[in-house]
């Protein structure tokens, strides 16, 4: 692997210069491209949510990582959420008019809204975000990482840092621990979309069915009103 020290952009092996700042690049190892990357690209990505914050990055993300899933949304819902020493919202998921008509993942959101608030109890300055207790070395740099990726996706730096994430995330996979790289890009797509499909198919079902148990007595009620009405009239015509 190698890194520009102007840009702190990572390269392939067979990559000699620079392209933005034609200069030669170092060759260096994981570890040292680790330290680079903390000090330099994380350090300088962390905390710029204005832009991660608006519904076009969440949709540009979604749209990169070729997944429009509930799940994902989710997931990026509750990691924008808890960025920062303040809680923006108190749901994970936003409310809106199809959030109210998807209730399985209505359900859900609540549930694991609360939950999240009872767990995420501190707040850690290096990663910037409330976190669950206890808080180690590893749960820090996996909230780095992530959201260095969020920006990175973001930015359009994802394309020269691509290869860096990669192999970190075989380094991590290989000690056992876990990747938001692999978090991100490695999701079972069409099972969660198949979930959603389903979640949906339900929803619609049930609102049909709790319609049809609210309205047909009302309907019922209207026509037999309708029924003395016309009953009414009738008596009053044969007198």
Known sequence: ?????????????????????DCRLKEVDLKKALEL??????????????EISDGYAQYHIRGYLGNRSLFLDFDLHKYRLKHGSRLKR?????VS??????LPWLVYNLLATNLFHMDHTQYCSRC????????????????????SILDDIISGRIIERKNFYRALADEKEKKGQPS???????RPVKLEIFLD??????????????????CLPLLKSLIQQWQ???????HLELR
């Not at 008019?97 to 998807?102: D, E, G, K």
């Not at 003395?228 to 009738?234: C, G, L, P």
């Open 1 to 21: 692997m190698r890194y520009c020290s102007k840009c702190a952009i990572f390269s392939q092996d067979y990559v000699k210069t620079c392209g933005k700042e």
């Open 37 to 50: 990357t903390r000090l330099q690209a994380f350090k300088s990505l962390i905390g710029k949510e204005s």
């Open 90 to 94: 108190f749901l994970i998921t936003p």
């Open 97 to 102: 008019f199809f959030s109210l008509l998807n």
């Open 128 to 147: 910037d975000c409330k976190v669950k207790p206890p808080h180690t070395q590893t749960d820090c740099d996996y909230n780095i990482e992530y959201f």
């Open 180 to 186: 938001a790289f692999n978090d991100l890009f490695k």
């Open 197 to 214: 499909i389903i979640s949906i198919t339900f929803s619609i079902f049930l609102w049909l069915y709790l319609s049809v148990l609210v």
């Open 228 to 234: 003395i009405i016309e009953a009414s009239k009738f």
